[in-house]
């Protein structure tokens, strides 16, 4: 049975905009739109009553504070939707337990930070939008660079082990991506 919770969608009417996820959504929702809200803050667990909730929607809210775990519990989420928000920084336990998203939706917010290892958790995920190519490139870099380093890891030449600095390899990895002559 697919439970739509789409009541909770703003809607631009004034008075109707909810300032906090509702604690009153069904365990038994699918589907949660919660776009054009005032939402500015995700805590700690707050979905994770929502256990079978395959697509959540929160786009067009404030939100700037994404606690860690704030998805525990959502492990059949496969569409997440955080575009149009105030997102800055993003870390590794933000979406630890999202083993079957498969999109992860970004585009118009204000990252500034991307530290490496942010999207190991997400195993699944073929589709990560965040209006860049940054972070594409930042998921095809660690992608690539873990593989390399796995690799190396037993290769040695004239008795020593290879070493990559991973600095460097990012700066070649970036200007091959671009096109740009490398060296």
Known sequence: MVIEASRYRGRGIPGKEQDAVPSDIPGSSTHVDLSYNHITTLASQVFSHLTVCTDLDL????????????????????????????IEHLHAAMFRGLSA???????????????????????????ISQGSRLVFQSVVFQLIFATLNMFLENTQIAGRKLKIRQDQFLEQFFLYLSGQKYH
């Open 59 to 86: 786009t067009y809210n404030h939100i700037s504070i994404i606690s860690d775990g704030a998805f525990d519990g959502m492990a059949k989420l496969e569409k997440l939707s955080l575009s149009q928000n105030r």
């Open 101 to 127: 998203l498969t999109r992860l939706l970004l585009t118009h917010n204000p990252v500034q930070t991307l530290p490496s290892q942010v999207f190991a958790h997400l195993t699944a995920c073929t589709y």
